[in-house]
């Protein structure tokens, strides 16, 4: 009996390890995973997750933020590139898994749109980091042209 008690109430602990933030986050580095060419040697660093208002049905979008670093296609790693999966919510449906999921590359990096007279936006932050991953805590990014 005394050993069932352990059992359980170990089963119980490990059950509330995984919140709904953890369960977003561990999809978002799934669908991340599955557009590098090692998967298995994603490092990621600096997530965190910013949720939209919500719109007039009431949902909630997602967003995963951060760093990951992966071996290339030469074996060596690339070094750190930011990547956003979105996800959304609601109070009839719940949470979703990720259903989108964008990492930095040199095609996107590229300048985008223009912020104000003196920083720029890359095609990355216009379309992806500054629409899902800006919130109090986490200032819009514009790197392009940058001295």
């Not at 369960?23 to 600096?46: C, I, Q």
């Not at 590359?105 to 991953?133: H, L, M």
Request: with cysteine; aromatic share 8%.
């Amino acid at each position: 009996m005394g050993r069932r008690i352990v059992v359980l109430s170990a089963v119980i602990a490990l059950a509330g390890c995984n919140s709904p933030d953890d369960v977003t986050k561990n999809g978002a580095e799934d669908l991340v995973r599955k557009s590098l060419k090692d998967p298995d040697s994603a490092k990621f660093s600096s997530e965190f997750i910013v949720r939209s208002k919500p719109d007039e049905k009431g949902i909630v979008f997602v967003g995963v933020c951060g760093l990951v670093n992966a071996r290339n296609g030469f074996g060596g790693y690339a070094g750190n590139a930011r990547f956003v999966a979105v996800s959304s919510e609601s109070s009839q449906v719940g949470p979703s898994y990720p259903f989108m999921a964008q990492i930095e590359n040199s095609k996107t990096s590229r300048p985008g749109t223009a912020a104000d007279g003196t920083r720029r936006a890359t095609i990355f932050e216009s379309v992806y980091w500054n629409q899902y991953c800006v919130d109090a805590a986490h200032p819009p990014m514009f790197t392009a042209g940058m001295d």
